[in-house]
Structure formats: structure tokens, C-alpha cells
């Protein structure tokens, strides 16, 4: 049973960045999309940035040019850079290894790691 275990998270003002780290407990090969997600309260959980095999990254429109995905084959962890962050950022954000071919999350989901943002 593979384990992700994301961390990083905390409460921050608008404005402010956080970066975001998910172990994951086997080696993620560098052919091996991941993404992260986020779930706010009493919303559906989203993927908001992905970053496949050959590097490129996808984010959704909500948080372009305000995230940066990035992996660590060697350490097997993914990241997720988060600045100029907004209230509306807050959520639980969580990773997962994506499939290649419907890029639906294929691991159990960790137990995430809560961002909060104040106005």
C-alpha cells in the first residue's frame, strides 16, 4: 500500500506563500504524473496543477502564474509552491499519483494538509 503524506501547510495572510511537500512511500519514476489537489469546505476536491513524465506542467486557471509544481525523483517528493496566496486558496491539499491515460488519482488519498489564508 503505497503512502503519500503531505505536509507544509499552515495559516497564512493574503499575500503569502507556502510550500507544500508529499512523500510518497515508493519511488515515483520520473515517468510518473502527479498532481495536486485541493478539497475547500463543502466543495468537490479539484486538481489544480499536474506535471507529467516530460515535465510539463498543467494548472488550472485559478491558480496560474501563483503556483509552481515540481518534483525530486531521488527523494520522492512532490511540490507544490504556492505564493500570492489568496482566501479562496484555502482548502485541504492533498497529491496523488495521476494515470496516464484519464489522469484520474490512482493511490488511496494521505490525509492531507490544511491551508488557510486570511484576508
Known amino acids: 500500500q503505497v503512502q503519500l503524506v503531505e505536509s507544509g501547510g499552515g495559516l497564512v495572510q493574503a499575500g503569502g506563500s507556502l510550500r507544500l511537500s508529499c512523500a510518497v512511500s515508493?519511488?515515483?519514476?520520473?515517468?510518473?504524473?502527479f498532481g495536486w489537489y485541493r478539497q475547500a469546505p463543502g466543495k468537490q476536491r479539484e486538481l489544480v496543477a499536474s506535471i507529467n513524465s516530460a515535465g510539463t506542467t498543467f494548472y488550472a486557471d485559478s491558480v496560474k502564474a501563483r503556483f509552481t509544481i515540481s518534483r525530486d525523483n531521488i527523494k520522492n517528493t512532490v511540490y507544490l509552491q504556492m505564493n500570492s496566496l489568496k482566501p479562496e486558496d484555502t482548502a485541504v491539499y492533498y497529491c496523488?499519483?495521476?494515470?496516464?491515460?484519464?489522469?484520474?488519482?490512482?493511490?488511496?488519498w494521505g490525509q492531507g494538509t490544511m491551508v488557510t489564508v486570511s484576508s
Open positions: 496523488n499519483k495521476l494515470s496516464t491515460s484519464t489522469n484520474n488519482p490512482l493511490y488511496s
Open positions: 515508493t519511488r515515483i519514476y520520473s515517468i510518473s504524473p
